[in-house]
Structures are given as structure tokens and as C-alpha cells.
């Protein structure tokens, strides 16, 4: 199972990941009151019309999964760190998310090569992604 994330202007177009024909299942976070719930979509027509909150009428009977049914996070972010230390958006849902993490699921930053950095500011709540993946390819951030 996939966590990916409905990408805004200025991220990467992931889109194709789920609209193309694939052998993985794709769940998509979804803000309620200070958390994100992970909701399991019938099929890619609905996610063309839904912003990144997901706030269609037909999505409010979409089924709520667990975050440990997830085996691959998807994280956006504005900038990346070389440490797996990431800049978001400053709501905290990802940091939220990244602590109820079970330690199977592997959490994958997803941005431009250009928004990786050497290093990023950190205060206790920041969580880090494990690997990060731009249009140049992957990075393992166990291994850097």
C-alpha cells in the first residue's frame, strides 16, 4: 500500500504513479481537525476533481485505512536535508504522520533536485524522511 499525496503547483506531478496502469494500491491523506487520515480511493476520476484536502462529497464515504496498512509515504515537502530532515508547510500534519509511523513503513521524500539542501533547521518535532527521490533519481539517506 502507498501513501502518495495530491501534489500542489509548485511539486512534483506524481499523478501518473496511480493513473497508470499498476500492481500497487494507493490510499491519499486527508486533513481532519489537526491530523491526516489515510483514505482508500475507488479510482483515479475522483482525485482529478479533489484539491490536496480532499474535500469532495463523494470522498466522504471513502474507507479510512490504518497508517501501519501503508508500506511506502509519500512525503512533499518545501526543501529537503541531506540528514532526512525536511522543511514543510508549517500546519505539522507530516510530522504528525511521520511519528505514528510504523517502522516498516518506509517515508520517501518527494521534491525537485533543486529544494535538496545541505542542511535545514530543525526543533524536536521535525521528524526526517528515510530516502528522498527528485527527477534525478533516489537518494538512501541510510547510506549517505
Known sequence: MICAFLPLGSEPRIA???EEESEAAFCFPRPRGEELEL????GPE?????DWKMNLPELDTAPV???EAVDL????GIA???DGGRLGRG????DRLLARKSPGTLAVGVCFGAQIVGDLPRELHD???DAIVTEQGALDLHNS
Open 16 to 18: 501518473p504513479l496511480w
Open 39 to 42: 483514505v482508500k480511493i475507488s
Open 46 to 50: 475522483l482525485l482529478r476533481r479533489a
Open 65 to 67: 485505512l490504518p497508517l
Open 73 to 76: 509515504l509519500l512525503v512533499p
Open 80 to 82: 529537503f536535508a541531506l
Open 91 to 94: 500546519g505539522g500534519y507530516y
Open 127 to 129: 521528524l526526517r524522511v
